[in-house]
């Protein structure tokens, strides 16, 4: 068991039995991490709902064009009052840092952007929020898209994102957010090849230009769900390209497992690629919560545990190593993929840190437990207090 000085919110000092402190907080041997790492969420859409028309009886979802009748109603005061609700359940289940895609196509334009930066700032005490923007309803057919793109990366914005299955000409999106990307100097988080079919992946382009482009380790796309379906020597071979070139992959299981193999009546496929095979062979792989309470995923709860808990479950991970990596998707592994170089329990970073009654990550994605408590820069953020059993007297 070891001691954590913490100094003006930065772990001074690791060590068994350190004296001094001013003041002392006793963990109890209970288990320490890093605080979490929400990878991929869309604040600006979550919690809505209540708001949208309800799902087609028959034939397709249309989740995107249910959010899109929601978004016309958009305003700052709203999407910011939704991101905070939806920061509040992310802080809560220990997460201390997160990448945020945000919409900026019109009508809503950078109301989205607005609110959620609003909301980033009022919790910055707790976490750190990176927001990503992209053109969710195309980009290369609507010339107003692209100009909020530009506004948004001149206010704030600090990651490009894309979603060339929503534009005419996917490879023309994704020039165009390379383009931005390289003038910017910013990294890039691509939606990208979410189908039930391995064909027409654009994963290929993507290592494509990041090599041309020098991007290595710069580039992350999410869902891949197309992988997914591929046969195995497809994987092995797309694997060691994406290890090469130094794309990352993120899975968003909640979603995908909603969405996916919706042409199906029975044995439906799940769509969830089984990223965490891939860690040994070099590639880095996130999982994240992705959609909360929306068309594109009516649940969520902001919980990196328990969304670690299914992913393994669905993708049957069974062995302690494969579990672990399932913990890492959601820690370690994320801050590779966003190029986070003060994060882990370390001398000279910060005290970002949660505490599981648990024996080990492990345990904690196995049982689906929730941290007890969490600190961010050595202030305590949250506690959820454990449930305590009443016996007969
Ligand atoms: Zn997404």
Redesign the pocket.
């Known amino acids: 068991m070891l001691d954590l000085r913490v100094v003006d919110g930065r772990i001074a000092e690791i060590g068994p039995g350190l004296t001094g402190a001013e003041e002392i907080i006793d963990l109890n041997g209970k288990l320490a991490t890093p605080g979490l790492i929400e990878s991929?969420i869309?604040l600006d859409k979550a919690c809505i709902l209540a708001r949208c028309a309800p799902e087609p009886e028959t034939g397709p979802t249309n989740h995107a064009a249910r959010v899109t009748e929601a978004k016309e109603k958009f305003t700052v005061e709203d999407v910011y009052e939704r991101a905070c609700r939806t920061l509040e359940k992310c802080i809560s289940n220990g997460t201390t840092r997160m990448r945020t895609?945000v919409e900026i196509d019109p009508p809503a334009g950078l109301i989205c952007l607005e609110g959620v930066m609003q909301a980033a700032k009022e919790y910055a005490w707790a976490i750190d929020v990176e927001i990503c923007a992209f053109p969710q309803e195309g980009l290369t057919q609507a010339d107003e898209t692209d100009a909020f793109l530009l506004e948004a990366l001149d206010k704030g914005a600090t990651c490009v994102g894309a979603a060339p299955g929503y534009d005419p000409d996917h490879n023309g999106q994704i020039d165009r957010v390379f383009a931005l990307a390289r003038e910017r100097d910013i990294d890039v988080d691509m939606?990208l090849d979410f189908g039930n079919t391995p064909e027409d992946m654009d994963l290929h382009y993507v290592c494509e230009l990041t090599e041309k482009f020098g991007y290595g380790g710069r580039v992350n796309v999410?869902h891949v769900t197309k992988m997914s379906v591929a046969a195995p020597d497809d994987v092995a071979e797309i694997s060691k390209r994406v290890a090469e070139t130094g794309v990352a992959l993120t899975v968003?299981p909640a979603t995908d497992l909603f969405l996916m193999g919706r042409d199906q009546d029975r044995g439906i496929r799940r769509g969830v690629l089984e990223a965490h095979r891939l860690i040994p062979e070099g590639v880095t792989c996130t999982l994240s919560s992705?959609n909360i309470l929306n068309p594109f995923t009516p649940f969520g709860d902001g919980s990196l545990m328990r969304m670690a808990n299914m992913y393994a479950n669905i993708a049957q991970a069974s062995k302690p190593a494969e579990i672990r990596n399932c913990f890492d998707m959601t820690s370690f592994q994320s801050a590779r993929m966003m190029r986070l170089n003060d994060y882990g329990i370390e001398v000279g970073n910060p005290a970002d840190i949660v505490v599981f009654d648990a024996a080990s990550p492990e345990a904690a994605v196995a049982e689906s437990i929730a941290p007890e408590v969490g600190y961010k820069a050595g202030r305590q953020t949250f506690t959820r207090p454990a449930a305590q059993i009443h016996r007969p007297a």
Do not use: D, Y
Request: proline share 0%.
């Open positions: 991929h869309h895609h939606h999410g968003l992705n």
